[in-house]
């Protein structure tokens, strides 16, 4: 009787590689794509205060990290112009800007 051999060899590290790789790649598209979309939302006029340094509109920044991409400013303000204060409506500009990109930001994940 021969022998007979059947040899397995496992390509999970290589296509796990591919996978993190192409996630990163996609994170940084929509960090881009969004950043971009939120540096729009502060400068347009429609009911926001008007811009008078544009010192948020610069800060406004992606950082990809290991799964999950993070955008938003360190610039104190930032968050009452996204959430109003007692004596001021929200002037939203992050939260439209993900939602605005909603179908491309699934598109991307999908690729």
């Known amino acids: 009787m021969a022998d007979t051999f059947v040899t397995v060899t496992s390509h999970r590290k290589e296509i796990e590689g591919k996978l993190t790789d192409n996630l990163q790649k996609a994170l940084e598209q929509i960090g881009l794509t ?3 979309q939120a540096k729009i939302n502060v400068s347009q006029s429609s009911g926001h205060p008007r811009v008078q340094t544009g010192r ?6 992606h950082e990809v990290g290991k799964d999950e991409v993070q955008i938003g400013t360190n610039v104190y303000y930032g968050k009452y112009l996204e959430f109003g204060t007692s004596k001021m409506p929200p002037y939203p500009w ?3 800007a993900v939602e605005s990109n909603r179908q491309n930001i699934i598109n991307l994940l999908k690729e």
């Open 94 to 96: 992050l939260f439209p």
């Open 56 to 61: 948020l509109r610069s800060s406004i920044i």
């Open 34 to 36: 969004v950043e971009r």
